[in-house]
């Protein structure tokens, strides 16, 4: 006990109460099977003895239960309104011009987007977790995203002239011809997601404080929690489905449920474990899933060389028995499920929360 003392001192001197220590240890690995080495039946009573044979001096502690709640603020409230603005206002200026000026209210548009969405991912409930390794696996994440987003866009009608025979380029943007292969649809709605998956992060981390302050047990904080991820998950489908329906319905053209539904849930559990500091694991998916998509497009094209018929099988059979938005739902589908799982697992923990939480 002694030793576990001075490798925790400063953990238990700074704590509020029994269950932060508790946090604290769990973030450092201790489990329930360890605490039964120092003949305590789980966590919490371990944390409790130890409590209580720290002594605390100098400045007052706050009172039990106290655990700081993060309030909404009109900032981050308005930053995460950008990205779906600007993405409306170059849609808009997409359809308005004709010729050469198009291009470039593209390119505009993209990086006016893509600068907003940083702001809104470095302010408020979506911001990065501070740290050299956090920069090093945000660079990777926002690589998948883009990708991601990219082939919301053009991917299925890329695909489509792969698979049937066509050169298999992008769509062109200059000139007055239309843009059939383009789904600006259910990428404008994943932007103006933006702004109800900041407010599910919020609710999400102040509901858990609320939780992991009126808990008495590490046990009673898992059972909260699961109920409040789940909540908070299927807030934002619904969110994103509306946002569907409504840009479906303004630019009339397929609102592409499933795929968008699928990638909307895969960015949204990699956001919410990034910012809870679980880092690897939403940078594995993001990454299998673009490489799943990646590979989609590339076989049929190697198919094509002599003797290699047979690459293109796997594609040919998942498009002619589900069509082209097989691909993307497989693939951001799966992963999206598979984040989901391990969320249910790290997320409803108490060191995911508590301030003392230990980074991944």
Known sequence: MKVLLH????LCERAVDPLEIAAGLEAHGVTDRTAARFRHRDVFSLAEELYARVP???????????????????????????????????????????????????????????????????????????????????????????????????GDGLLHRVMTGGPGVAPAVTGDAPWPTAATAP????????????????LLTAGARRRLAGSRSLGDFTAAAKPLLLGTFALFLGALTGLLELCATVLREPAARPQALALGALLLLGRLLTVHRHRHAPVLALGTAAATQAAALALPLAARLPGCALLAAPVRTLVGAAGEAAVPVL?????????????????TQASAHAPTGAAE
């Open 331 to 347: 693939a951001c589908g799966t992963a999206a499920l598979v984040l989901l799982l391990h969320a249910g697992r790290t997320l």
């Open 56 to 154: 605390r001096t100098g400045d007052p502690h706050p009172a039990p239960g106290s655990l700081p709640v993060p309030h909404a603020r009109a900032s981050w409230a308005l930053l995460s309104l950008l990205p779906g603005t600007l993405g409306a206002a170059t849609v808009t200026g997409l359809r308005l011009t004709h010729g050469h000026p198009r291009p470039l209210v593209a390119l505009g548009g993209v990086l006016a987007v893509a600068l907003a969405t940083r702001a809104a991912l470095r302010h408020g409930p979506l911001a990065d977790p501070p740290g050299t390794r956090a920069r090093r696996s945000a660079y990777a994440a926002r690589a998948w995203t883009l990708w991601l987003l990219a082939y919301a866009l053009v």
């Open 7 to 10: 490798q925790h001192r400063e």
């Open 187 to 202: 990428v404008l709605a994943l932007l103006l997601a933006c702004a109800p998956a900041a407010w599910c992060a919020h």
